[in-house]
């Protein structure tokens, strides 16, 4: 009985601390989604606790009516909905303010890559804004849940390379599994009435889903890979490995002379081995599409190019070279233009 009473005094403290100072979940969120950021190199278990804390509260919002209504008949302890709202609300705000910085430097603003970065902002502003959270988006119940979804997406993103060294296809292929998996009784909610067809309707739904998802993957940037540093070049240092002179335009003498370098930098995660490929374009067509392997763990980013000398006889135009992961998510892009 005791222990009962402590327990009910202090979910009853919380719950009036939260709703007196209800900018503080949102501070919370805020400063720890950007330390997590900042320490997530050194501390990568943090990125497996939250990826788990958001596995966990999507189950208990699957059953959290049945679990509220369990805890107070066998333990007397009756936990006031308030306080479960907030519990989520910060468990949505920690998350994405938790994967926001990575996403938002990993991110080719030119490219169709922003939609998706755009898209987690405003997710994150909802879960900010009391009234567009509570009185918008937790009522419709379907939405709700996808939001949890895509958020929990892009947590698996940031968090499967860091905590198991898993490629970014591997992790783009089990996040987005996981997500259209847990998305289920979402699309539920689309059906008035339950019975074969809805079933049939909803794993349809959930498969145009999943190849949509797969689809669209090169509009969503690879959340643990960024370039630290970029260049074309004609000269490079074997020994110090640094890029000479960064022309931004060559003549088609200086391009068949020696050939061009494309030099990059990229960050990725301690213990992470991935290969990557230099896309070489011309005036919008491929020419050449060359491999590189990478290793993770370098502070300034581990450093790779390509030395690229079959370029065609007539090559003036625009040139492009663009850094993809094998699954085909862009790390960024260089560009630069050969005159007459």
Known sequence: MLLKSRISALVDLVSRLIRRYPGTVALFGF????????????????????????????????????????????????VPPPLLRYVTQMV????????????????????????????????????????LYYKWLAPRRWVYLSFHALTLFAVLLTALPIIFHLTTPQSYQLALGIAVALALPSLSGLFATWNWRSVLGMLALASVVGVAGWMGRTWVPPATLWLTDVAVTTTLDDASRKP???????????????????????????GLKERIYHEWTHDGRRVDRIPLDISGGREAGYRAWTHKRNFPEHAEGRWRVRVVTEAGQMIGMLRFRVVE
């Open 31 to 78: 400063c720890s989604g950007i330390a997590s950021f900042v320490l997530v190199e050194r501390h990568a278990g943090l990125a497996k606790v939250i990826a788990v804390i958001m596995l966990v509260s999507w189950l208990w919002l699957m059953l959290e009516n049945s679990l509220r209504l369990g805890l107070e008949r066998w333990f007397g302890w009756k």
């Open 92 to 131: 949505h705000q920690e998350s994405l303010f938790f994967i926001i910085p990575f996403f938002f430097i990993t991110t080719t603003w030119n490219s169709g890559q922003s939609v998706f970065t755009v898209l987690l902002g405003v997710a994150a502003l909802i879960s900010l804004v009391d009234p």
């Open 244 to 270: 000479g002179n960064r022309p931004r335009q060559l003549t088609n003498q200086q391009l068949h002379g020696n050939g061009l370098y494309a030099f990059t930098a990229i960050n990725a995660p301690r």
